[in-house]
């Protein structure tokens, strides 16, 4: 599932098409659309020209001529992505798509369909950029409350951008237990895991995704921890599926 670094490279991506004039968009597909009736993007955004693209967490946002224009919300929902001037996808795969003048494209490619793009998209329910905010900000919005340190990661209005395989792996290179509860983490601890988090994100945009981390391929049954070989623990934590090494990642 797209995470902070998918997202940041759709951003990336986005970018090559900035300047261009916009002189078709494809929005009948009316559930990722929603809650817009096919033709209100079309309406809206023709004849405009992509000026700049934006992210907070998994959220990305893309301004029209120089921010005066409509503003187009995309979110990749659990496999989507953003493609510039492919070929277009079979089966409809392209759930959204916007053609340039002179040629080419943008393309939301999505097979499950639960990406979503919308016109002035409204993120205020979106915590800070996990990749973005300093210590002290990370430590005050996290370091509370009675859930698990896991869940508390997952909650997109805490941070934005971390999703499941992240977590695991920033709890892993921080060595804290998943199950920790949020508000008991030391001072020390929490800044341990803003560096974490930080240098996670980094090596996961530079590397290609999240799936690139040192700890994400021992996520499975027979996996051993890569540092110490200990067999990994699995559990429900947060409502996902939680791996952690039980030797360095202990509970209190
Ligand atoms: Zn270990």
Redesign the pocket.
Not at 224 to 230: I, L, V
Not at 245 to 249: A, H, S
């Given at each position: 599932m797209p995470e902070l670094p998918e997202a940041e490279r759709a951003r990336r991506e986005i970018e090559k098409a900035l300047g261009r004039a916009i002189d078709g968009v494809d929005d009948r597909d009316g559930y990722v659309c929603r809650p817009h009736a096919p033709g209100e993007l079309a309406a809206a955004f023709l004849g405009r020209r992509l000026t700049s693209a934006h992210r907070r967490g998994k959220f990305l946002w893309v301004e029209t001529d120089g921010g005066d224009g409509p503003v187009l919300g995309l979110h990749l929902g659990m496999a989507g992505r953003i493609v510039i001037d492919g070929e277009p996808a079979p089966r409809r795969w392209d759930r959204f798509t916007l053609e340039f003048e002179g040629g080419g494209r943008l393309a939301l490619r999505d097979k499950r369909r639960l990406g979503r793009a919308v016109l002035e998209p409204d993120y205020s329910h979106v915590g800070p950029d996990a990749g973005e905010i300093g210590a002290g900000g990370f430590a005050k919005r996290v370091g509370r409350g009675t859930v698990a340190i896991k869940a508390r990661l997952l909650d997109q209005g805490v941070v934005a951008g971390i999703g499941n395989l992240l977590a695991d792996e920033v709890l892993?290179r921080a060595?804290l237990s998943p199950l920790r509860p949020a508000g008991d983490l030391q001072p020390a601890e929490l800044s341990r895991l803003h560096r974490h988090l930080r240098t996670a994100i980094a090596d996961a945009i530079r590397l290609g995704g999240v799936h690139t981390g040192d700890f994400i391929p021992h996520r499975t049954r027979a996996g051993?921890?890569?540092?110490?070989?200990?067999a990994?623990e699995r559990a429900t934590v947060g409502g996902r599926t939680t791996f952690w090494?039980?030797?360095?990642?202990d509970s209190p």
């Open positions: 892993w060595k051993a921890c890569p540092r110490c070989g200990t990994v090494c039980p030797k360095e990642q």
